[in-house]
């Protein structure tokens, strides 16, 4: 495989996974909604894409021996209102399926699909540290809903080609939404802990996300679906601990409220608050190995990046 294509390449993952691509001797095509005014980067190049119109350069896709679906409106980035829930479903649904009818048509030579999903597809923990594994259901809330019909529209794509889902933990970098939120009040002495602070958040480090996408591109083993989490979840408390004591000095925790959150964010604040233990043995299994296993590492290596 030499060429491969993302959706929503231009995003926080697709920018890691586009470096990574690149140092590894591939050749890019960015798949994104605006192809204007983008930065001449060697081996890259940019194709207009909009699931929402129904606009794809076709001849672009034709190219691809690999695509990596990441393309989707941000669930944190705004209030979930109807419209905004519409939109997150919207983007992923009705995308996927047209991805996918493109692909059917338009490239004969893609071998590979890996599709982006979430651990939003489980719901909360309530038996504890026992952690989700990629055969339990879907959760029947907004999100669970929304991951199951987003993968069910990628596995349309098996009389195609090999599918891999990814199912992202909360993804961790130094330009990511979620660990800016996190660190920042770090800065002032502060360390907010959401809720009760018990809350196990599985996550997983951006630069492993994009060489686990590679290792699904490149190991013909990989199919079905997987966690992509590493394999040490911890609680919210923990996660901000290990940041206050990396970045320094005296952090002084400041307890949020639920119903804080449950103003602030609505809905939102249902992820925010839920537990969710999900498990990596499967990615692990498969031989992958990560770099960052363990959050005081990872926040060792982001916070390293961000100085």
Not at 156 to 171: D, E, H, P, T, Y
Not at 286 to 293: A, E, L, R
């Amino acid at each position: 495989m030499k060429i491969i294509g993302i959706t929503g390449g231009a995003g926080f993952v697709g920018r890691h996974l586009t470096a990574l691509l690149i140092n590894k001797g591939y050749d890019v095509i960015i798949f994104t909604r605006n192809i204007t005014g983008k930065k001449a980067i060697p081996h890259v190049l940019y194709a207009h894409w909009d699931a929402e119109k129904e606009i794809c350069d076709t001849v672009s896709l034709g190219k691809v021996d690999a695509i990596v679906h990441l393309a989707g409106e941000g669930i944190a980035d705004k209030r979930w209102t109807d419209k905004r829930k519409q939109e997150i479903v919207g983007s992923r649904v009705k995308g996927t399926r047209f991805l996918v009818s493109q692909l059917k048509e338009y490239a004969p030579s893609c071998k590979v699909l890996v599709s982006a999903s979430a651990t939003g597809f489980y719901g909360p923990d309530m038996s504890g540290m026992i952690p989700f594994k990629e055969t339990d259901a879907a959760y029947t809330d907004f999100l669970g809903d929304t991951c199951k019909r987003w993968e069910a529209e990628s596995e349309k794509a098996q009389s195609l080609m090999r599918i891999v889902i990814l199912r992202f933990g909360i993804v961790l970098g130094k330009d990511s939404g979620a660990f800016k939120e996190f660190e920042k009040p770090m800065s002032f002495g502060v360390m907010p802990i959401l809720g009760s602070g018990r809350q196990v958040v599985s996550w997983i480090e951006v630069d492993d996300l994009a060489r686990l996408i590679l290792f699904s591109i490149e190991n013909e083993l990989m199919n079905g679906i997987y966690n992509a989490v590493a394999p040490h979840p911890v609680s919210h408390t923990e996660l901000m601990k290990a940041i206050g004591k990396e970045k320094g000095g005296l952090k002084i925790p400041v307890p949020v409220p639920a119903f804080i959150l449950k103003i602030m964010l609505g809905e939102m604040s249902e992820e925010v608050l839920k537990s969710c233990a999900v498990s990596a043995d499967k990615v692990l299994g498969s031989g992958f190995k990560f770099q960052y296993p363990e959050i005081d590492k990872a926040v060792k290596g982001i916070l390293g990046k961000m100085n």
